[in-house]
């Protein structure tokens, strides 16, 4: 093996927690309203997008996934914030020497709206990360009433991130 050390590194990142009676719909740490009441079921918060940008951002540095470090089995993660989650990992990317240069999500839902709170995501995410948020790219679509989300059975988050070795 070489000791040749990329400048980027690239993680792919996913999530979906299916939509329930009883629970808050919080995405990028914000609370959605659901006009059917509903929200994502999951130990954490389930906030698909915080946890699909979790997810790529261990992965772009092979570092596991979330669940290797908030697993679903201990109590002490439940009902917890997923931003406080996102904090503890951008520290371990952090502490290896890493920098997010930019972040790309696509949040796949019938409903509720998403683009109406996109800023306030943003901000969330920025805020937390300590970025500036127009390294931070979130859209919304649906699936045309196909699949889980379009039967609105679940609402799922697709992220890319591009992380920079700092010098």
Request: proline share 4%.
């Amino acid at each position: 093996m070489n000791d040749f050390t990329p400048k980027f590194r690239i993680g792919n990142g996913y999530d979906i927690h299916r939509l329930v009676i009883g629970r808050k719909l919080i995405i990028g740490g914000v609370d959605l309203k659901h006009p059917d009441n509903l929200g994502l079921d999951g130990h954490s918060d389930a906030d698909v997008l915080i946890h699909s940008i979790m997810d790529a951002l261990l992965g772009a540095l092979s570092l596991g996934d979330i669940g290797k470090y908030f697993p679903p089995t201990d109590d002490k993660w439940k009902d917890i914030d997923s931003l406080f989650l996102l904090s503890r990992v951008i520290d371990l990317v952090r502490k290896q020497g890493w920098e997010i240069n930019n972040i790309d999500s696509v949040i796949v839902a019938e409903r509720p709206k998403i683009k109406p709170y996109v800023e306030l995501m943003k901000k969330n995410l920025s805020n937390t990360l300590k970025i500036d948020n127009s390294l931070i790219g979130i859209k919304a679509t649906t699936n045309e009433k196909l699949g889980p989300e379009g039967r609105e059975e679940g609402i799922s988050c697709h992220s890319v991130v591009l992380l920079e070795k700092k010098e």
